[in-house]
């Protein structure tokens, strides 16, 4: 079981910045892989960014440049820097956990509880 707690969302104004916290119950580099989904109203939950345990990472195109994934291992916490936000950034963000265990390293996933951005323009 791995537990994972968001902080950081906000309101903010177009083109400011907000830094979102994901902090998680055991060491990220046990996790393959972590990243921020968002999902809109109406819409489906989108990947934004996620990074595997060997440090890389995979951007949204529609956040490339203006968002930023990094982790501190001694906190066991993966961030995101968005900076240049825009209204259609407005979702609520949820940090990802993808877990591999067992003979298959069959992936499971955990989720945050998720915390609301909102880009007012």
């Known amino acids: 079981q791995v537990q994972l707690v968001e902080s950081g969302g906000g309101l903010v104004q177009a083109g400011g910045s907000l830094r979102l916290s994901c902090a998680a119950s055991?060491?990220?580099?046990?996790?393959?892989?972590m990243g921020w989904y968002r999902q809109a109203p109406g819409k489906q939950r989108e990947l934004v960014v996620d990074i595997t345990s060997g440090g890389i990472s995979n951007y949204a195109d529609s956040v490339k440049g203006r968002f930023t994934i990094s982790r501190d291992g001694a906190k066991n916490t993966v961030y995101l820097q968005m900076n240049s936000l825009k209204p259609e950034d407005t979702a609520v963000y949820y940090c990802?956990?993808?877990?591999?265990?067992?003979?298959?390293?069959?992936?499971?996933?955990?989720w945050g509880q998720g915390t609301q951005v909102t880009v007012s323009s």
């Open positions: 055991i060491s990220i580099f046990s996790i393959n892989a």
């Open positions: 990802n956990a993808d877990v591999r265990s067992g003979p298959f390293y069959r992936r499971r996933d955990y």
